[in-house]
């Protein structure tokens, strides 16, 4: 996987050095390379692999997806928006430059992985396909509906099924996304059961999330713990409790292994990703 | 041209209704219903009409045009860009609503701008070549590029091909693809000279902007004048006063005409938008 990160990285930064200077320039590639773990374009490039075809062609298509989940960051951080000084142990991108140059960095991100897919060099009809599953999970019927119930949801207690239904469009859309655009180049009749897994390691990554934020270190995480209890957040750990949260974390990865069992792929690519997810302490 | 604008903003509030309830929702028909006066898309329009063809057709592409246009004037209005509370004589977004919904609202124009083009009833390779011309304009070497430029020159000054080059991005990059989407399904061959055309008419318009904002009447532009001065900001009227200022806007409007000359068209629909331009006290 180290090699996949290594590939994914050098593709970004070779996008970014397409640009023309500015300071929006050097803030986007700061967030871009400020150490992500690159969980969304692994997945499409490992469900590729799992299929045995060379996933090399498809690095652009993975790299519009970090392009989309960074500029999500960014602008999540904002002062207007969640306020947060560390990202990845590191100032975020607006206290490393300012509100405005932030704003546009995100605004950049989200434009230019339009053109990313654009520019690669796939049939057209391949990249109205990837378009179309991308742009309509981070649209405004996916992860920017997730953020909206998020933001709605900051002052009134959510219960278990609002909690699910932020975290399924919050971050289940674009990870599923990730899988499906893997199954779309290698066989589209199998893409509704990789949606199906996306959403299922969506849903215990957000969990992860929730639990990490009290048991976490905040030095091996990068940002401040204990947020969602000093904000007075619904989460998992506050419905049920570490113990029920995390045997239910376990539970959907379960789940999304029985339904890989379900295709004729070579499981242990995508099990290893699965792998690290539930060993994360980060 | 009246009945065009109804077209536009009937099937801008189509496409609106079709997201799921959200405050995110209500702030983005908020701003796109704020008596924007749908200059690129109806350029787009009648570029087509000035063929002889149907343009019904295109009404859709042309609504991505001022969906990004509005996405960036909400971003643009940020308090951690220019801070404006008015915008077109009502309160800014984020003023109406508040700044993260104003953020998403622009995420989800800039997002979902891409998906009107990608579910429109065009041909792939249209939408691609659509897709294309409009995200190259309004991207990290376009309109972005304008907006970062335009913030790199608040606190120096600027000299006048400095300006120009912001104001050639800045407004003239989305004008210019207006037109260049227009010839595009009419005769391809004729794109580049829509597009100076369009870069006349952009420049034409923001020294426009920077005259109204010593001369205009603040009621009928329906936000505050004199802010650049107040901003010490570099504009066309500080380096050469009004009067040369203007005669450089009748130029270029002079030069978008004889461009117009060379063309096969029906000229008399561009040079009624020019027209209204020219005259315009908003």
Same mark, same amino acid.
């Given at each position: ?11 970004? %930064? ?69 306020? !947060?000084? &560390? ?21 950049? &991100? ?7 897919? @654009? ?45 699910? %239904? ?17 199954? &779309?180049?290698? !066989? ?20 992860? !999330? ?32 570490? !113990? ?14 029985? @339904? ?23």
């Amino acid at each position: 996987m180290e090699k996949l990160i290594k590939e994914i990285n050098s593709r970004l %930064l070779e996008i970014v050095d397409n640009y023309q200077d500015s300071v929006v320039k050097e803030a986007i590639k700061y967030s871009l390379m400020a150490g992500g773990k690159r969980i969304r374009p692994i997945m499409m490039l490992q469900v590729i692999n799992s299929y045995g075809i060379d996933y090399h062609d498809y690095l652009d298509a993975a790299c519009a997806i970090e392009m989309i989940h960074t500029y999500s960051l960014i602008h999540d951080d904002l002062p207007g928006m969640d306020n !947060d000084d &560390l990202r990845r142990g590191k100032p975020t991108c607006h206290r490393q430059f300012d509100e405005a140059t932030a704003i546009l960095a995100g605004d950049g &991100l989200l434009n230019e992985a339009v053109n990313v897919i @654009l520019k690669a060099c796939y049939s057209n009809d391949l990249k109205i396909s990837l378009l179309q599953i991308l742009y309509q999970a981070s649209g405004i019927n996916g992860m920017i509906l997730g953020q909206v119930l998020d933001m709605e949801f900051e002052n009134k207690k959510a219960n278990h099924q609002e909690l699910d %239904l932020i975290h399924h469009h919050k971050t289940g859309d674009l990870i599923s996304a990730a899988m499906k655009m893997g199954a &779309l180049v290698c !066989d589209y009749k199998d893409m509704l059961i990789w949606q199906e897994i996306g959403y299922k390691i969506g849903l215990a990554f957000q969990i992860q !999330d929730d639990i990490l934020d009290v048991t976490g270190n905040s030095e091996i995480l990068g940002k401040k713990v204990g947020s969602d209890l000093q904000n007075h957040k619904s989460t998992y750990v506050s419905l049920m409790g570490i !113990d029920k949260s995390q045997t239910i974390v376990n539970q959907y990865f379960k789940e999304a292994t029985e @339904l890989l069992y379900k295709l004729n792929v070579k499981y242990e690519l995508i099990l290893e990703i699965m792998e690290k997810l539930k060993k994360r302490v980060k």
